[in-house]
């Protein structure tokens, strides 16, 4: 017997993620939203490690949600710079930027600010790897043109 999967909304978020993440919301699916995210992220000379759907994953826990997707994407130049600095930060990679549907048809991106990730080890090599990391998600972003207004 099939069970009909159980809906589940997504929420707004927390006024507290502003602090810490950064985000661009967008007319576009999902889909092409994450299309033009690996698109970016391969120009940036970055590699994409993994995609994630969350989507698909929790209908086969049986429950439904509406389209997400998160990307992983790192590079083992930068890899290399991390464990160099401090090998503790290694919690910090794979970067992630994560696309979530919602049902009036608008998309939102959002991803971890590496910056302050990064600076929370008090290192001086892992706060100029953060920074420089900061910059290139911003650069992906930017150049993907989302046709979104940023938050």
């Known amino acids: 017997m099939t069970q009909t999967p159980q809906p589940v909304a997504f929420s707004g978020c927390g006024s507290a993620a502003s602090s810490f993440q950064r985000s661009v919301s967008s007319s576009l699916t999902v889909e092409e939203v994450v299309t033009r995210l690996k698109q ?35 590079h083992p130049r930068l890899m290399s710079r991390l464990l160099t600095a401090d090998s503790a930060a290694l919690l910090e990679a794979p970067l992630k930027f994560a696309v979530i549907g919602f049902p009036d048809g608008q998309a939102e ?15 001086p090599a892992l706060t100029e790897l953060g920074n420089e990391l900061a910059g290139l998600c911003e650069g992906i972003v930017n150049g993907t043109d989302l046709a979104g207004t940023s938050k």
């Open 40 to 74: 970016g992220i391969i120009a940036a000379d970055l590699w994409i490690l993994h995609e994630i759907d969350p989507q698909m994953l929790l209908s086969r826990g049986g429950f439904a949600i509406g389209p997400a997707r998160q990307v992983l994407f790192f």
């Open 109 to 123: 991106l959002r991803w971890l600010d590496p910056a302050m990730a990064f600076a929370r080890y008090r290192s």
